[in-house]
């Protein structure tokens, strides 16, 4: 998916991920454009960065006390993560391979720290058939918008294989950034690897995540590049059509960077047979 979390980092001459700041700056993804994966798991959470990023100077205990405040916001909902039923979906960097279902409209509130992209985005995915989805980012500091799609080659599981673009910015000259990537999805354990393209090299993805249920995901992804990062977090879906998806952010330029992230999705189901959509999704067993 390309949406939260999946977004990408810019790699300016970035997101599922593209630099999402109006210098050289980051973005984290539909696919999970997940992102930072974001996000798109597809469009998703997505994220997904692949850009020279800028690290402006910040000050470090102010730094990291904002890290904080983006991590422990969710804590305080974790109390009322009972068993639910929505499918979690998404990390937190990279694009994923599996799609948004048909007829599926996913609205997000990105936050993140500045270094890793735009501090706070909208983003928007849509599923438009079982083997296509779009999606868009708005950033607001810089104002600025970002383009995702994946369409899917395999999408019956457990093997996936999907290919698409993301980190597409018009406003800030950033050319579209295509990606091939591969799953293995099972019923609790998710494994993905793929490439792509940013600027002008190409990036190793690679992306874990853990199912426990249909409530509680534990995930971590990597992107290669000294400018885009390793993570780890959870996904926990509060209600049937709602989640949250915090994520720590290790750069790998200078692990001791740490940078903080959480991003808030509600999915409206606009078309589609959503009840055959749910019967066979194995998380639902």
């Known amino acids: 998916m390309v949406g939260k979390g999946a977004r990408q980092t810019f790699h300016c001459s970035h997101p599922f991920v593209i630099t999402n700041n109006a210098q050289p700056r980051e973005l984290s993804g539909l696919f999970r454009f997940r992102h930072q994966r974001s996000a798109l798991d597809s469009l998703g959470n997505g994220d997904n960065r692949c850009e020279v990023q800028h690290f402006s100077s910040v000050d470090p205990s102010k730094d990291r006390f904002a890290v904080l405040n983006i991590l422990l916001i969710p804590f305080a909902f974790i109390s009322l993560c009972s068993s639910s039923f929505a499918t979690t979906k998404g990390l937190s960097q990279i694009v994923t391979p599996d799609l948004q279902k048909e007829g599926d ?22 599923g438009l058939t079982n083997w296509a989805e779009v999606a868009v980012f708005q950033g607001f500091d810089p104002n600025e918008e970002i383009f995702a799609t ?7 599981e457990p093997y996936l294989l999907s290919i698409g673009f993301t980190n597409w910015s018009p406003r800030q000259n950033v050319d579209p950034q295509p990606y091939i990537e591969a799953g293995y999805y099972l019923e609790h354990h998710k494994f993905i690897v793929g490439a792509i393209h940013a600027g002008y090299k190409n990036e190793a993805i690679l992306g874990y995540a853990y199912d426990f249920n249909k409530t509680w995901r534990v995930q971590v992804d990597f992107q290669s590049g000294s400018e885009n990062s390793s993570t780890i977090g959870f996904t926990c879906n509060l209600t049937r059509d709602f989640q949250f998806n915090p994520a720590i952010y290790f750069s790998n330029d200078d692990p001791k960077r740490i940078m903080g992230y959480i991003v808030f999705t509600y999915t409206f189901h606009l078309w589609g047979d959503k009840g055959k959509a749910d019967a066979t999704d194995p998380m639902a067993k």
């Open 105 to 126: 409209l996913s609205l997000s509130l990105q936050i993140q720290d500045k270094r890793i992209a735009n501090p706070y985005e909208l983003q928007a995915e849509l």
């Open 150 to 156: 994946e369409f899917g080659i395999l999408i019956k």
